[in-house]
């Protein structure tokens, strides 16, 4: 069992967090959720259908030794059954994978009809000193400004069909940030990931009339230099938003990629949200397997199958206990298209139940032109 003594460790301190949190005054923290999700993925009704189930536990634990310091350990706990399960070692070794400079991910037990996996997918300690702080481990490095693609997030993207993973993905980094006011910071970081790719570069974001703007450059996945801009602020009583990144080829060849996004996301007074966002990529990622929709391993520059990709999405609280929505996606260079309408409803303070849709209808190569993938979720929090 491919398992390390400190992770025990971990899963021991996180079980008895609660109680001392109880017997100091915050000390110690612990949140966290349980969720059960039930999966259907089918090409149409009238063809076969692969069932799947999710148990998927996360812990987020948080230490505070001292007033200048805090430690953040959070782990995934998930347990694979079903179809897909049972397809042999394929999938197991996909939910395996690390992509992160050091492997934290195990597969704890693996049968043939299910198998356990447990992720350290945060781990990292920080320390403040005036305005300067400097974090190291593996964490979070969120400088998107966008809603749904982030070309600015080049220390870790992630899949916004992933709904299930609220946290979104890490890197093992160390970051500098010192804040020269209230509105404005000064950042420097570096990543390595598990094939000892470097991503350095640093930040500048300030506020301008209204406007978070910010600018950075540096060094992408030891291929490319990067330099980018993004903007958050307000634009005829709606939020306008978006981002910018130019990426250019280190290594002699003659190519380079732009990405741009921009969008606006509104509130209305009968408790809607209306969010809008397009983007241009110069040199779109080819579309050659359905789960790169899903995938952890794409960079920043890899963010659009299709020159010209468009996105609304419209939400509506019903009720106080019931929201539903819809999202779609337009892919013209893939002929296609993705939409996505859910229902979230509030069983208790601090337990939901969700419906949710992923219907995705492309053509590009030999991949399915049709995928429909039909969610059920119950989600308890802590």
């Known amino acids: 069992m491919k398992i390390p003594v400190f992770l025990t460790g971990v899963i021991i301190i996180a079980l008895n967090v609660?109680?001392?949190?109880?017997?100091?005054?915050?000390?110690?923290?612990?949140?966290?959720?349980?969720?059960?999700?039930?999966?259907?993925?089918?090409?149409?009704?009238?063809?076969?259908?692969?069932?799947?189930?999710?148990?998927?536990?996360?812990?987020?634990?948080?230490?505070?030794?001292?007033?200048?310091?805090?430690?953040?350990?959070?782990?995934?706990?998930?347990?694979?059954?079903?179809?897909?399960?049972?397809?042999?070692?394929?999938?197991?070794?996909?939910?395996?994978?690390?992509?992160?400079?050091?492997?934290?991910?195990?597969?704890?037990?693996?049968?043939?009809?299910?198998?356990?996996?447990?992720?350290?997918?945060?781990?990292?300690?920080?320390?403040?000193?005036?305005?300067?702080?400097?974090?190291?481990?593996?964490?979070?490095?969120?400088?998107?400004?966008?809603i749904v693609w982030n070309p600015n997030d080049i220390f870790n993207t992630y899949s916004f069909f992933d709904f299930d993973y609220i946290e979104r993905p890490g890197?093992?980094?160390?970051?500098?940030?010192?804040?020269?006011?209230?509105?404005?910071?000064?950042?420097?970081?570096?990543?390595?990931?598990?094939?000892?790719?470097?991503?350095?570069?640093?930040?500048?974001?300030?506020?301008?009339?209204?406007?978070?703007?910010?600018?950075?450059?540096?060094?992408?996945?030891?291929?490319?230099?990067v330099a980018g801009t993004g903007w958050s602020g307000s634009l005829f009583n709606a939020s306008f938003r978006g981002e910018a990144t130019w990426f250019y080829k280190l290594n002699g060849e003659a190519n380079s990629t732009l990405i741009l996004t921009s969008g606006i996301d509104k509130i209305f007074e009968n408790n809607s949200i209306l969010q809008i966002q397009v983007m241009y990529s110069s040199r779109p990622v080819d579309l050659y397997d359905f789960n790169l929709f899903y995938s952890g391993t794409l960079s920043a520059k890899d963010l659009a199958f299709s020159k010209f990709t468009a996105f609304g999405n419209f939400t509506w609280a019903i009720t106080p206990l019931l929201n539903t929505g819809i999202s779609v996606m337009w892919f013209p260079d893939l002929k296609g298209y993705f939409a996505g309408p859910s229902f979230d409803y509030s069983l208790s303070e601090n337990m939901d139940f969700s419906v949710i849709w992923q219907h995705f209808n492309i053509h590009t190569g030999s991949l399915k032109s049709r995928m429909n993938l039909a969610f059920l979720r119950l989600k308890y929090s802590f």
């Not at 804040?179 to 930040?203: C, H, M, P, Q, Y």
């Open 171 to 225: 890197s093992d980094a160390i970051r500098f940030q010192y804040f020269t006011s209230s509105s404005s910071v000064i950042e420097l970081a570096a990543k390595a990931d598990n094939e000892d790719r470097i991503t350095a570069a640093g930040l500048f974001r300030f506020n301008f009339r209204g406007y978070d703007i910010q600018f950075l450059g540096g060094y992408s996945n030891s291929t490319d230099f």
């Open 18 to 146: 609660k109680i001392l949190a109880q017997q100091e005054k915050n000390p110690l923290s612990l949140k966290g959720y349980v969720t059960n999700i039930q999966n259907a993925m089918f090409d149409s009704l009238s063809g076969t259908v692969s069932y799947n189930n999710i148990l998927h536990n996360r812990l987020n634990f948080k230490g505070y030794p001292c007033r200048n310091i805090t430690l953040g350990i959070e782990v995934r706990n998930r347990l694979f059954t079903g179809d897909l399960a049972r397809t042999g070692h394929f999938y197991s070794d996909i939910i395996e994978k690390d992509n992160g400079w050091l492997d934290m991910s195990w597969n704890i037990i693996k049968e043939n009809s299910f198998f356990l996996n447990t992720t350290l997918d945060r781990f990292w300690i920080s320390f403040k000193m005036g305005k300067l702080e400097i974090s190291t481990g593996r964490q979070r490095i969120n400088w998107g400004q966008a």
